[in-house]
């Protein structure tokens, strides 16, 4: 089993649209807890940090069920310009980060 | 441009040469981190020091593989007698000791063996 699942996509859809990812990880001593962002052929940038308590940055929504091992990312209102793939990542103690698959992300117009 | 830097961009070789990478972290980062990409997957941890000790090594590193940082700054990954599987992208990172889950990185090598 892989330490952080994702389910790989490709999600495909119009823009406008609210599109949610889910992402499980199997380590519960895992720490912090974070979604990144991946543009084709680029390095992987960090979108942002997931709280238990929930956290939003603008059009995206990061929640963390801790009992159930359990992540999400929430995309409202969706833009051409966030196709992307979208990697769930867990950071155990050590510092070293632990990468999901990722989870592709087509805008349509 | 203060942020990571590797080089090369690109590599092509063919199957039994060695090959060197190179990583300029941010230059107050003391955390510098090795992960390779394959098509379709995450990445995946290999290596990290903090200045110029090597604290962790993945069970992806094989014996081919070695990684140095020697005065604590820029690093090295070289692997030697490469295999077509080592084709991938090899990311380098960098973070604060304080602020390791805060990784920023580079561009990336990306690495293909004919």
Same mark, same amino acid.
């Given at each position: 089993?892989?330490?952080?699942?994702?389910?790989?996509?490709?999600?495909?859809?119009?823009?406008?649209?609210?599109?949610?990812? =889910? +992402?499980?990880?199997? =380590?519960?001593?895992?720490?912090?807890?974070?979604?990144?962002?991946?543009? +084709?052929?680029?390095?992987?940038?960090? *979108?942002?940090?997931?709280?238990?308590?929930?956290?939003?940055?603008?059009?995206?929504?990061?929640?963390? =069920?801790?009992?159930?091992?359990? &992540?999400?990312?929430? &995309?409202?209102?969706?833009? *051409?310009?966030?196709?992307?793939?979208?990697? +769930?990542?867990?950071?155990?103690?050590?510092?070293?980060? &632990?990468?999901?698959?990722?989870?592709?992300?087509?805008?349509?117009? | 441009?203060?942020?990571? /830097?590797?080089?090369?961009?690109?590599?092509?070789?063919? @199957?039994?040469? #060695?090959?060197?990478?190179?990583?300029? !972290?941010?230059?107050?980062? #003391?955390?510098?981190?090795?992960?390779?990409?394959?098509?379709?997957?995450? !990445?995946?941890?290999?290596?990290?020091?903090? #200045?110029?000790?090597?604290?962790?090594?993945?069970?992806?590193?094989?014996?081919?593989? $070695?990684?140095? @940082?020697?005065?604590?700054?820029? $690093?090295?990954?070289?692997?030697? @007698?490469?295999?077509?599987?080592?084709?991938?992208?090899?990311?380098?990172? $960098? /973070?604060?000791?304080?602020?390791?889950?805060?990784?920023?990185?580079? !561009?990336?090598?990306?690495?293909?063996?004919?």
């Amino acid at each position: 089993r892989k330490e952080v699942e994702q389910d790989p996509g490709p999600f495909n859809v119009p823009e406008g649209a609210t599109v949610a990812f =889910n +992402c499980t990880y199997s =380590n519960s001593a895992s720490q912090s807890f974070f979604w990144y962002r991946q543009d +084709c052929r680029k390095e992987p940038k960090l *979108l942002m940090s997931v709280y238990s308590s929930g956290n939003e940055d603008g059009r995206f929504t990061a929640q963390l =069920n801790r009992a159930s091992q359990y &992540i999400s990312l929430l &995309i409202r209102d969706s833009k *051409l310009s966030d196709s992307a793939t979208y990697l +769930c990542v867990v950071n155990p103690r050590g510092g070293k980060l &632990i990468f999901g698959q990722g989870t592709e992300l087509s805008v349509k117009p | 441009d203060t942020g990571v /830097s590797q080089d090369p961009r690109h590599k092509i070789t063919k @199957r039994g040469q #060695n090959v060197t990478f190179r990583c300029d !972290p941010i230059s107050e980062h #003391n955390r510098l981190y090795w992960y390779r990409q394959t098509l379709g997957q995450g !990445p995946e941890f290999l290596t990290y020091f903090q #200045n110029e000790a090597q604290l962790e090594k993945s069970r992806l590193l094989s014996d081919r593989f $070695s990684a140095e @940082r020697p005065k604590g700054s820029f $690093s090295t990954l070289e692997i030697q @007698r490469t295999e077509q599987g080592d084709s991938a992208m090899y990311l380098c990172a $960098s /973070s604060l000791i304080e602020r390791t889950d805060t990784q920023y990185f580079g !561009p990336g090598t990306r690495l293909t063996v004919l």
